[in-house]
Structures are given as structure tokens and as C-alpha cells.
């Protein structure tokens, strides 16, 4: 199980993708965190034994996982207060979500104990909503609202919710959390170092954008997010770069390819999430060196 469900989440793939990466000696970025499925699978196996960085543009995203990592203890005692006086229930979703939405999340500097107590209600709110959403998507509008309708799952299980954020702590230790842009967090590579890019996928007319927030990952992006990815390269960074069946790179792009990977993973396909047929996905090896 995991504890934060994600749009475009490679928690069928992580395996194998971790296989492909094998064991890290130099530091290892991952600068389109989300769910985190991949870096969770390569700790896991301790295959990583440089620093760790990962990061995203979702400030609340971020903030849960600095919330998990660093107050555990508080975290859960939030949740399970707001669970047992029964603010946290089925009936109190679009209120919830409706505050949620009105309250913007940045990167928090903890003076005071209101700033603690800011950070620990974000990630239990994050947590509800994750938990309570129709099909535990994640979606957020163009203007960056989350806007994914109460479903019918039963909620937050405690037990569940205690065993896995300890598990989660664990494996968040060494690892360093911040809110940028994919740019910005791969400046720091150098030669030796592993990064893995997964970023927003596009439809295959280019038409339909996956949306995380309010900034579009459209083919522009990409474009920039493969341009970044063949410099770090040509300086000597082993690159990974996951993206759906269709895509195809440009020529330009495609010389850099080193492998492509084919994975075949289950997706749900229809809306109540009840159907799941393989889906295909590319993970692709850049060339090292120039
Ligand atoms: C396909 S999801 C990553 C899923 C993740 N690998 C997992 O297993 O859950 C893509 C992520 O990229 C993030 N994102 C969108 N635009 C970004 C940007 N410009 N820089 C960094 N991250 C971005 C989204 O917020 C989203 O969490």
C-alpha cells in the first residue's frame, strides 16, 4: 500500500524501473517526486549511497513529505484527533475541501509554534482529502484548485495510517525536500550522479494536459525538460526519463537515447477505476558523456 496516491504514480513500474537504475554511488535527484514510488522502491533495496534530493512544484505535495519526515509523531496524532472527534468524515469532504483550497501553502519558515502547527494540518488535510477523493486522484483546475469530487472508500484507517508513516519516515531520513522547478533541482548534478525524470505525461494529440497545478507540462516543457536532460548528460550524469507508450522523441532528442525500455503496467482504464487493461510505458536511458 502506499501512502499518498498520485496521478501518474509508478507503483505498478517501480520495480523494474529501480532495476534499470541499480545501485547509486554518487547522489541521486529526483526532481518529479509525486507519490515518490521510485525512490521509496530504490531505499527500500538501499541501492542509494550518495545523498538523495527530490523535489516538485506542489507546495502542499512538499510539505507532506517534510511533514512525514520530520514530525511523524505529530502528524498522526492530528489525524487520529481529527478521525476520533469526527471532523474527518465523508460529510465534512467539500468543507474541508473548500478551506483547503483558500488557504495557500508555501514554503513555511518554523518560527513559531502556529508555523509547526501550519505544516502538521496541511499534510493531515492532504491526507484526508487523499484518502476520501473519488479513486484517490489527485487533480487539481487550471487555477490550481483541487477539484476531485468525495468518493466511496472508507476513509482513513488508522492502523494503516500509523504502520505506514513509520515505514515512510524511515525511508525519508537522508533525504532532502524542497519546492522548485525540475531546472532548478538538477542544477546540482555533476558527473556520477543518477537523475530520474518523470515528468507530466501529454495526450497523444497534444491536446489534453495531466494537470498537477496550475502551470500546464505541455510539449514546450518537455521540450525544455529533454534539452536539460542532454546537457546533464553530455556533464557525465547518468539520466532516466519516463514518458507514456506514444511518445516518440525528435531526431534530435532521440540521438541521446542510450535504451528504451518497454514497460507493460495495469492501469485502472474506466472511470469507476473497476476495469484495468496493460498499459505501455517507455522509460528511457540517456547516452553519458559528450
Ligand atoms: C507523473 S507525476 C510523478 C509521479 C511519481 N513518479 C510517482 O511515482 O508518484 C509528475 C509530477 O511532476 C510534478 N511537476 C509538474 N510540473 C513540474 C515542474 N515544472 N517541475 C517539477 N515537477 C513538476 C507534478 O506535481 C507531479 O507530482
Given at each position: 500500500?502506499?501512502?499518498?496516491?498520485?496521478?501518474?504514480?509508478?507503483?505498478?513500474?517501480?520495480?523494474?524501473?529501480?532495476d534499470?537504475?541499480?545501485?547509486?554511488?554518487?547522489?541521486?535527484?529526483?526532481?518529479?517526486?509525486?507519490?515518490?514510488?521510485?525512490?521509496?522502491?530504490?531505499?527500500s533495496?538501499?541501492?542509494?549511497?550518495g545523498?538523495?534530493?527530490?523535489?516538485?512544484t506542489?507546495?502542499?505535495?512538499?510539505?507532506?513529505?517534510?511533514?512525514?519526515?520530520?514530525?511523524?509523531?505529530?502528524?498522526?496524532?492530528?489525524?487520529?484527533?481529527?478521525?476520533?472527534?469526527?471532523t474527518?468524515?465523508h460529510?465534512?469532504?467539500?468543507?474541508?475541501?473548500?478551506?483547503?483550497?483558500?488557504?495557500?501553502?508555501?514554503?513555511?519558515?518554523?518560527?513559531?509554534h502556529?508555523?509547526?502547527?501550519?505544516?502538521?494540518?496541511?499534510?493531515?488535510?492532504?491526507?484526508y482529502?487523499n484518502?476520501?477523493?473519488?479513486?484517490?486522484l489527485?487533480?487539481r483546475?487550471?487555477?490550481?484548485?483541487?477539484?476531485?469530487?468525495?468518493?466511496?472508500?472508507?476513509?482513513?484507517?488508522?492502523?494503516?495510517?500509523?504502520?505506514?508513516?513509520?515505514?515512510y519516515?524511515?525511508l525519508?531520513?537522508?533525504?532532502?525536500?524542497d519546492?522548485?522547478?525540475?531546472?532548478?533541482?538538477?542544477?546540482?548534478?555533476?558527473?556520477?550522479?543518477?537523475?530520474?525524470?518523470?515528468?507530466?505525461?501529454?495526450s497523444k494529440?497534444?491536446t489534453?494536459?495531466?494537470?498537477?497545478?496550475?502551470?500546464?507540462?505541455d510539449?514546450?516543457?518537455?521540450?525544455?525538460?529533454?534539452?536539460?536532460?542532454?546537457?546533464?548528460?553530455?556533464?557525465?550524469v547518468?539520466?532516466?526519463?519516463?514518458?507514456?507508450?506514444?511518445?516518440?522523441?525528435?531526431?534530435?532528442?532521440?540521438?541521446?537515447?542510450?535504451?528504451?525500455?518497454i514497460?507493460?503496467?495495469?492501469?485502472?482504464?474506466?472511470r469507476?477505476?473497476?476495469?484495468?487493461e496493460?498499459?505501455?510505458?517507455?522509460?528511457?536511458e540517456?547516452?553519458?558523456?559528450?
Open positions: 500500500m502506499v501512502l499518498l496516491k498520485w496521478v501518474g504514480s509508478k507503483t505498478a513500474s517501480c520495480k523494474v524501473i529501480a534499470k537504475i541499480g545501485t547509486v554511488s554518487g547522489r541521486y535527484i529526483e526532481p518529479c517526486i509525486g507519490g515518490g514510488a521510485v525512490l521509496f522502491e530504490l531505499q533495496r538501499k541501492s542509494l549511497n545523498e538523495i534530493f527530490v523535489s516538485d506542489d507546495a502542499d505535495l512538499i510539505n507532506f513529505w517534510k511533514a512525514i519526515r520530520d514530525y511523524p509523531e505529530d502528524f498522526k496524532q492530528h489525524v487520529r484527533h481529527k478521525v476520533e472527534n469526527g474527518y468524515c460529510k465534512n469532504y467539500y468543507h474541508i475541501r473548500k478551506i483547503f483550497n483558500g488557504e495557500k501553502t508555501d514554503s513555511v519558515i518554523l518560527n513559531t502556529r508555523d509547526h502547527m501550519r505544516v502538521i494540518s496541511s499534510a493531515a488535510v492532504v491526507y482529502l484518502r476520501t477523493c473519488f479513486n484517490g489527485w487533480r483546475n487550471s487555477k490550481g484548485e483541487f477539484n476531485v469530487p468525495v468518493g466511496s472508500n472508507s476513509g482513513i484507517n488508522l492502523t494503516f495510517m500509523d504502520s505506514e508513516t513509520d515505514r519516515t524511515k525519508l531520513q537522508n533525504v532532502h525536500i519546492c522548485v522547478d525540475f531546472e532548478e533541482a538538477v542544477r546540482k548534478a555533476q558527473k556520477g550522479d543518477v537523475v530520474y525524470f518523470d515528468p507530466p505525461y501529454y494529440d497534444g489534453n494536459f495531466t494537470q498537477y497545478g496550475g502551470e500546464i507540462f510539449k514546450e516543457k518537455m521540450d525544455t525538460l529533454y534539452a536539460v536532460a542532454t546537457n546533464l548528460s553530455i556533464r557525465g547518468r539520466v532516466f526519463i519516463s514518458a507514456p507508450g506514444y511518445f516518440e522523441p525528435t531526431k534530435i532528442q532521440a540521438k541521446r537515447v542510450k535504451e528504451t525500455y514497460l507493460m503496467v495495469g492501469r485502472p482504464v474506466n469507476n477505476g473497476g476495469g484495468r496493460p498499459v505501455e510505458e517507455k522509460l528511457m540517456l547516452e553519458v558523456g559528450g
